[in-house]
């Protein structure tokens, strides 16, 4: 546990010099004592868990009594280690955020409610300060990276609140990259047919999205610098949900055509944007035309009320199928 511990200082240290290390520490120590003995449905100690959460709370840079809080973030609900004991150790900010992920914990979702929106409006209500949100998300993100551990059901039910509540709340919040893993992790218990179907597309055509996407980013780059213009160029591949949402049989598009679209982002100065446009409107007209989709928005909703069918059903109706 002593090398987690560092391992997480030492990403701390890096992110925020500026970080109370000695705080940190004392939080870990409060929070492995607090869990001595619990373990995890995988067999291992429980306070990786808590680890593992500020982690992901340190890569978001969060501040101190974030970390913290995420440490201890269980301790209310499970250990004997209450809100009094973490508000004279720690402070009242750190037992407020503890507090207030607790309490998100507590909001149970009912799989016969249709209204998600109404859920997602009373989630974010509740929380007093937004730290308490990001926290709650780095904890189901860690929650939905060991979903197999879970009973099968409980797996579905857990991956369907995520697709449901979680994943909009990070979109909203504009952290696009977890709200991928959220949705993609989701999408792996919800349908691992049409999950598998696109991850073995996208090995096979992985050597082709490289040469394309390495191709559109060395033609902007070039037309960029004969305008003096500096620029910072990335690229990416759609996320599997993405690609998932795309194939739904009622929109009947081509999946080839799905998985072979690329993104790429571009970033330059704000004042010389039209100067960029101009300048690379010829060689990107061709990305803009391999990423553009054009097919009929299937709500989240609308796609949740097909995952809960029957398997069986859901296999012959959702499932991502290949052009040969």
């Keep these: 546990m002593q090398t987690k511990l560092d391992f997480l200082i030492e990403r701390v240290q890096k992110q925020n010099p500026q970080a109370n290390i000695k ?37 978001m840079g969060l ?13 209310i609900e499970d250990t004997e280690f209450g809100y009094k004991e973490i508000e ?7 037992a407020e955020l503890v507090d207030g992920v607790t309490r998100l914990g507590m909001l149970r979702y009912s ?33 939905a990276r060991t979903f197999q551990f879970l009973p099968e059901r409980k797996q579905r039910d857990k991956a369907l609140e995520t697709m449901e509540i979680y ?27 049409g999950y598998n179907e696109i991850v073995e597309g996208l090995k096979a055509q992985s050597e082709q999205h490289e040469e394309f996407l390495q191709g559109i980013q060395d033609r902007i780059s070039t037309k960029l610098k004969e305008a003096n213009i500096h620029n910072a160029i ?44 101009a300048t690379s409107t010829t060689c990107t007209s061709r990305f803009r035309a391999a990423s553009r989709t054009i097919y009929p928005h299937r709500s989240r909703t609308a796609i949740s009320r097909c995952i809960r069918r029957s398997s069986a059903e859901r296999a012959s109706r959702l499932r991502c199928r290949f052009v040969p």
């Design 23 to 59: 705080k940190i520490r004392a939080a870990y120590e409060c929070a492995a004592k607090a869990h001595e003995g619990q373990k995890r449905r995988n067999g291992e100690p429980y306070i990786i868990h808590p680890v593992a959460v500020a982690e992901i709370v340190v890569e």
């Design 63 to 75: 501040d101190t009594d974030s970390i913290c809080a995420a440490l201890l973030h269980d301790c």
């Design 88 to 94: 004279n150790k720690f402070g009242t900010p750190v």
């Design 111 to 143: 799989k016969e409610q249709e209204q998600f929106e109404d859920l997602r409006k009373m989630f974010l209500a509740m929380a007093k300060d937004i730290r308490v949100i990001l926290i709650k998300l780095a904890d189901r993100l860690h929650n």
């Design 167 to 193: 994943a909009p709340i990070a979109h909203r919040l504009g952290m696009s990259r977890i709200k991928w893993e959220l949705e993609d992790l989701s999408l792996k218990v919800l349908d691992p047919i």
């Design 234 to 277: 990335s690229a990416r591949v759609k996320h599997i949900y993405s690609i998932y949402a795309k194939c739904m049989p009622s929109t009947r598009p081509s999946t080839r055509s799905m998985i072979s679209a690329p993104c790429a982002s571009l970033s330059i100065p704000w004042r010389t944007a039209t100067t960029c446009s």
